[in-house]
């Protein structure tokens, strides 16, 4: 591959994230930077306490924030792509063609590498990759749980990763997938904005629709504009084409209905059969 083809591909690979990476923007999670960054930043903590009367002790671990279920799925379901190698947005390639199309830009390599990491400590599968045998361990990592949730239950079937949640409560592995998704947008995000400087400062050129076209509908009724409407009977062949001439066997819509009902009077039907 020539440099010039390398370039290319670079640009269509960083224009595709562009998309996905407005699409993780977009969502609701996404509109509240500390609530993803508190979540992605969670650790078990506990609270421990003495009565000193009694010398009594107990342990009990701080309550866990849960964010909605359904909301946190979505938000998977977006940045998914972003942590799939097979998908052509993957985070090193896209990182990787950043590198290839603004090399120029000062800084840029260690701006790459610090998203890289970003981007790696919120991957379940990275460093170790996909499971490939069961789980046979007593203990999980809390990648390993968080990589059951997303790929064994919600964003797969796979029954290989489902293994590795087994015995752990519905609500650990959401609390464990919620860390890694919202870890997940943070640095897709995080490396989006990273796209918008070096256009703005003429260290990459792509198409400036790609921050303006719609990725996501927030209509809440739609209607397509109608030019004119007709009918014909049942087993009439459609026309081939929005410009032909219609023939004689279609019927402009309003020629099917009466408009002009009978006329009953300014004050309306007679009523003289009624009460006196």
């Known amino acids: 591959m020539t440099r010039d083809s390398r370039k290319v591909a670079a640009l269509q690979t960083i224009s595709r994230f562009v998309l996905r990476a407005r699409l993780v923007q977009e969502h609701s999670l996404a509109a509240d930077k500390d609530t993803l960054e508190k979540h992605a930043a969670w650790t078990m903590s506990f609270r421990l306490t003495q009565i000193l009367k009694t ?67 919120a991957d379940p599968d990275y460093p170790d990759g996909r499971p490939t045998e069961p789980r046979s361990k007593p203990s999980m990592t809390n990648k390993e749980v968080a990589g059951a949730w997303l ?80 009918a014909a009977d049942v087993g009439t062949a459609m026309p081939e084409s929005l410009i032909e001439p219609l023939g004689s066997e279609w019927s402009e819509v309003h020629d099917l209905f009466d408009f002009n009902p009978p006329t009953t009077g300014l004050s309306g039907p007679s009523n003289a059969d009624g009460p006196a």
Not at 179 to 191: F, P
């Open 151 to 230: 790929y064994g239950q919600l964003l797969h079937e796979d029954e290989l990763r489902r293994s590795y949640g087994a015995g752990i409560s519905a609500e650990e592995m959401l609390l464990n997938a919620t860390k890694t998704v919202c870890s997940e947008m943070l640095a897709t995000v995080e490396a989006l904005h990273l796209i918008e400087r070096l256009v703005a400062d003429g260290s990459l050129e792509v198409a400036q629709d790609l921050f303006t076209e719609p990725v996501s509908v927030t209509a809440t009724e739609w209607a397509p504009q109608i030019v004119g409407a007709y």
């Open 55 to 121: 010398g009594e002790r107990a342990v009990a671990m701080v309550p866990a924030p849960l964010l909605p279920t359904e909301q946190v799925e979505s938000a998977a379901a977006r940045v998914r792509p972003v942590f799939l190698y097979s998908d052509g947005v993957h985070y090193d390639r896209v990182l990787n063609a950043l590198g290839e199309s603004a090399a120029s830009s000062a800084g840029l390599k260690e701006k790459l590498e610090g998203l890289r990491a970003k981007f790696r400590a």
